[in-house]
């Protein structure tokens, strides 16, 4: 069982930068692979990042390519999505999720949810 919480959503300006974190309980988690998915309102939930379990690969949505970066600290048991150069299309909830296996971009293959943070940019 692992417990996923990120923290670190928030409001800001277009052009600006937040950075997400989300903590796991347990020991394994350096055996997940772990992924970013966000939902805005009456839009369904959409892939933003994935890294492996290693942090050695790493992928990103067309959307966010070049403006966000995942990262995890296996000693701190933490992921966490660096977004630079906000806009007014990234307001959205922002989870994480865990997969016992290699991070894909289909969410319905992950097995744990955190239970999202929100980011809002103005514009």
């Known amino acids: 069982q692992v417990q996923l919480v990120e923290s670190g959503g928030g409001l800001v300006q277009a052009g600006g930068s937040l950075r997400l974190a989300c903590a796991a309980s347990g020991r394994t988690f350096s055996r997940y692979g772990m992924g970013w998915f966000r939902q805005a309102p009456g839009k369904e939930r959409e892939f933003v990042a994935r890294?492996?379990?290693?942090?050695?690969?790493?992928f990103y949505a067309d959307s966010v390519k070049g403006r966000f970066t995942i990262s995890r600290d296996n000693a701190k048991n933490t992921v966490y999505l660096q977004m630079n150069s906000l806009k007014p299309e990234d307001t959205a909830v922002y989870s994480c999720?865990?997969?016992?296996?290699?991070?894909?971009?289909?969410?319905?293959?992950?097995?744990?949810w955190g239970r999202g943070t929100q980011v809002t940019v103005s514009s």
């Open positions: 890294i492996s379990q290693s942090g050695g690969i790493t």
């Open positions: 999720a865990a997969r016992q296996s290699l991070a894909t971009t289909n969410w319905d293959t992950y097995d744990y």
